[in-house]
């Protein structure tokens, strides 16, 4: 288990805002990490919707298609409005990967809850 220090941000003491990243696969681990970093007096951003669990909004393969690129783009408004990101679980996919090169592209911080798995995220 990875441990999380409590930060707040230099302006005016405002708590950190983290966003949390990873295959929805690791849900589990990222409710987790949730409450892992609200303990630690952070604010925290992760993905609303798992495309792997059965769910009526996203029953029908067409609207599924539509939908990705969707929230794709509204987890890439999460990265940008964090302050740092949490990379959640011991695999790095295309999507995860992809998330992290934009973080970095934006200078934010990249945590990983497995640091063994930082490497392959490079």
């Known amino acids: 288990m990875y ?6 941000t230099e302006e005016a003491d ?10 929805t696969r690791f849900m589990d681990a990222m409710v987790e990490a949730n409450v892992q970093e609200t303990a630690a007096g952070r604010i925290v951003l992760a993905p609303g919707c798992d495309l792997k669990t059965p769910h009526p909004l996203w029953a029908d393969p067409a609207y599924v298609e539509a939908l990705k690129p969707r929230l794709d ?20 996919g295309d ?3 992809a ?3 934009y973080a970095r592209q934006l200078g ?3 945590r990983y809850t497995h640091p063994a798995v930082e490497e392959s995220a490079k």
């Open 3 to 8: 441990d999380p220090v409590c930060a707040c």
């Open 14 to 23: 405002e708590p950190t805002i983290v966003v949390l990243c990873g295959s």
């Open 99 to 101: 998330e992290i090169e």
């Open 108 to 110: 934010k911080p990249v």
């Open 73 to 92: 783009a509204l987890h890439r408004a999460k990265i940008r409005l964090a302050h740092e990101v949490l990379v959640v679980g011991d695999y790095i």
């Open 95 to 97: 999507s995860t990967r």
